[in-house]
C-alpha cells in the first residue's frame, strides 16, 4: 500500500477523532453552565468551540508525550503548526456541534446541579485537567468532569445524586480500555493486510458511526430540550 495513501489516511481519521472529542468536551466544559442557566447553550458551545481552538496552542506537552520520536518526528519535539491548527479546528467544530445528549447526562442526570455546585466542578475540574496539561499527563478530561459532578452533587446538603448513573459510567469505563485495545489490534492487523483491508476497517467504522447516529435520532437531545430532566425508565412489577 502506497505510504502516501497511509498517511492520508490516518489524518483523516484523526481529524475525525478530533471531531468526536470535540462534542465530549463540549459536555466537559459546559454542561454546568448549561443546567444552572447561566449561560444559554448555544452561547455556552460558541465560547467552548473558540477557547478549544485557542487552547490547541497553549500547550502540546501531552501531544510531545505521545509523539516524541515517532506521526518522522525527532526526540522531544512538537507536533508541527499545521498538524495543531488542523486538530484544533476539528476540535472546535466538533464542540459547536455539541455533544447535547452528553451535556444532559452531566447536567441533569448526575444530580440537580445548582450554582454553586457548578462553580465548585469546573473550578476542581479545571485544577486538575490544568495542572495535568503542564505535567504532560494524558487524562479523560471526561472523567475528571463527571467527577467532579458527582462530588459537589455529593458536597451539598439534601442533595439528590443518581449513584446508579455513577455505576453505569464506571462500566464502560472499565470496559472502555479492553474493547479499544481488542478494536484496535483487530484494525491494525486488518489495515496491515493492504489496501483492501483498510478500505474495510473505513467502511465499518462509517457504517457503524451511521449506526449510533441514526440510533439518537430516535430520542434527539437538541438545544432546545438540553434542560429538560429525561423521564425515568419504567420498572416492571414482580409477578
Given at each position: 500500500m502506497d505510504l502516501s495513501l497511509i498517511v492520508v489516511v490516518v489524518i483523516v481519521t484523526a481529524l475525525a477523532?478530533?471531531?468526536?472529542?470535540?462534542?465530549?468536551?463540549?459536555?466537559?466544559?459546559?454542561?454546568?453552565?448549561?443546567?444552572?442557566?447561566?449561560?444559554?447553550?448555544?452561547?455556552?458551545?460558541?465560547?467552548?468551540?473558540?477557547?478549544?481552538?485557542?487552547?490547541?496552542?497553549?500547550?502540546?506537552?501531552?501531544?510531545?508525550?505521545?509523539?516524541?520520536?515517532?506521526?518522522a518526528l525527532p526526540a522531544n519535539a512538537g507536533p508541527p503548526f499545521w498538524v495543531v491548527l488542523s486538530a484544533g479546528l476539528a476540535i472546535a467544530l466538533g464542540t459547536y456541534m455539541g455533544g447535547w445528549r452528553?451535556?444532559?447526562?452531566l447536567g441533569k442526570r448526575v444530580s440537580e446541579i445548582q450554582t454553586p455546585q457548578g462553580f465548585a466542578a469546573e473550578s476542581a475540574g479545571a485544577?486538575?485537567?490544568?495542572?495535568?496539561?503542564?505535567?504532560?499527563?494524558?487524562?479523560?478530561?471526561t472523567q475528571v468532569a463527571t467527577g467532579a459532578i458527582f462530588g459537589a452533587g455529593a458536597g451539598r446538603r439534601l442533595a439528590s445524586v443518581q449513584w446508579s448513573v455513577?455505576?453505569?459510567?464506571?462500566?464502560?469505563w472499565l470496559l472502555t480500555l479492553p474493547a479499544a485495545a481488542v478494536v484496535g489490534a483487530v484494525?491494525?492487523?486488518?489495515?496491515?493486510?493492504?489496501?483492501?483491508?483498510?478500505?474495510?476497517?473505513?467502511?465499518?467504522?462509517?457504517?457503524?458511526?451511521?449506526?449510533?447516529?441514526?440510533?439518537?435520532?430516535?430520542?434527539?437531545?437538541?438545544?432546545?430540550?438540553?434542560?429538560?430532566v429525561p423521564a425515568p425508565k419504567p420498572v416492571v412489577a414482580a409477578a
Open positions: 477523532f478530533d471531531f468526536t472529542n470535540g462534542f465530549h468536551d463540549t459536555a466537559n466544559a459546559m454542561a454546568t453552565s448549561i443546567a444552572t442557566k447561566a449561560l444559554k447553550p448555544r452561547t455556552a458551545v460558541i465560547i467552548a468551540g473558540v477557547l478549544n481552538l485557542i487552547g490547541a496552542f497553549l500547550s502540546v506537552e501531552v501531544a510531545k508525550t505521545i509523539s516524541s520520536g515517532l506521526g452528553i451535556i444532559q447526562t485544577a486538575v485537567i490544568l495542572t495535568s496539561s503542564h505535567l504532560g499527563l494524558a487524562l479523560s478530561t455513577a455505576d453505569q459510567m464506571a462500566v464502560a484494525a491494525a492487523w486488518l489495515a496491515g493486510t493492504g489496501t483492501v483491508g483498510t478500505i474495510i476497517v473505513a467502511l465499518v467504522l462509517v457504517g457503524l458511526a451511521s449506526g449510533i447516529y441514526a440510533a439518537a435520532r430516535r430520542r434527539p437531545v437538541t438545544a432546545d430540550n438540553v434542560n429538560d
